[in-house]
């Protein structure tokens, strides 16, 4: 399940989480869309998910293996 953005819905720490990241020197910075305040880093962009899957399982105070599918979307830094 995904939470429509706009909408009044709770997220919960199965659903989908869209991730935004973007370069930051030699890190990757990752942003969760929809839980604010959740945020990481990895070194590699091959560490992305699992860096964000640990965070996104302390956001919620949940086991890791229970975070839903992630949506990783690349942006350009401004």
Avoid: Y
Wanted: aromatic residues 6%.
């Amino acid at each position: 399940m995904s939470i429509a953005h706009g909408t009044d819905a709770l997220p919960l720490v199965g659903d989908t989480h869209h991730l935004t990241v973007v370069r930051s020197g030699r890190w990757w910075a990752i942003k969760a869309d929809n839980l604010p305040g959740c945020h990481s880093q990895a070194r590699r962009r091959s560490k992305i998910k699992t860096a964000a899957r640990d965070a996104i399982a302390l956001w919620f105070d949940a086991d890791k293996a229970e975070v839903g599918p992630l949506v990783v979307n690349f942006a350009n830094p401004d």
